[in-house]
């Protein structure tokens, strides 16, 4: 079946800018992850959704960064007014259903946002 | 929070040596440990999990060992080949009853296997 899939692949702002990142999840899977990915580094947590609910949002850098998921499947991460240090990949990560038992998540390929 | 250490930063060994990648972690209520492969330009892909009831788990060429007490695990790699080449992340959470199991990451590994 389909993995994660994310668009664009790419992005490039200017500063100060609005992006909108898309994120459509495995089918039938509830959880939904956002991470963050600085060059050369390993991916660092932004937010959790359970099917619609925001349950953690504890990672997100500033008050600029915004992400829903009002019907319970596609996500969107949405930056405000962007900055130079916004650039890095932003992959998300969905996982089957199954409390505290089957924890796997499965990632998309990820967008690339540079701001100039 | 959890926080986790990784080492080597890179590796490289010749094709058919094995490779040994190790984690810490600070977390003692961490009960997953996945291992992702990122090839340039892609998401990390899952190769491989334990969590914290087991000692040790292997899929073919793969394996996983966790030291609970150590607060420490490490993925091996046997007979390794040119497409083993990649990044390699390790990671820690602890699976929450309805989810929620947010990964804390390593820095990860440059493997470089050599022909």
């Known amino acids: 079946g389909a993995g994660v899939s994310q668009s664009p692949r790419y992005k490039v702002a200017k500063r100060g800018q609005d992006v909108a990142l898309r994120c459509d999840p495995i089918?039938?899977?509830?959880?939904l992850f956002w991470y963050q990915q600085a060059l050369g580094q390993g991916p660092e947590f932004l937010t959790y959704?359970?099917?619609?609910?925001?349950?953690?949002k504890s990672g997100l850098p500033s008050d600029r960064f915004f992400a829903e998921r009002p019907e319970g499947s596609v996500s969107t991460l949405k930056i405000q007014r962007t900055q130079q240090e916004d650039s890095a990949v932003y992959l998300c990560?969905?996982?089957?259903?199954?409390?505290?038992?089957?924890?796997?998540?499965?990632f998309g390929p990820g967008t690339r946002l540079t701001v100039l | 929070g959890e926080n986790v250490e990784q080492h080597p930063s890179t590796l490289s060994v010749q094709e058919g040596d094995s490779a040994v990648i190790k984690c810490t972690y600070s977390?003692?209520?961490?009960?997953?440990f996945p291992w992702y492969k990122q090839e340039l330009g892609k998401g990390p892909q899952l190769i491989i999990d334990?969590?914290?009831?087991?000692g040790e788990k292997k899929d073919q060429r793969i394996a996983v060992t966790l030291n609970k007490t150590a607060k420490h695990f490490s993925l091996h790699i046997t007979e390794t080949q040119p497409e083993d080449s990649a990044v390699y992340f390790c990671?820690?959470?602890?699976?929450?009853?309805?989810?929620?199991?947010?990964?804390?990451f390593g820095t990860g590994t440059q493997l470089k296997v050599e022909l």
């Open positions: 990560a969905s996982s089957p259903p199954g409390a505290g038992v089957r924890n796997e998540q499965f």
């Open positions: 089918s039938g899977h509830v959880s």
């Open positions: 959704f359970q099917n619609e609910a925001q349950l953690d």
């Open positions: 977390d003692s209520a961490s009960n997953y």
């Open positions: 334990i969590r914290s009831n087991v």
């Open positions: 990671a820690a959470s602890n699976g929450l009853t309805g989810g929620g199991n947010k990964l804390t």
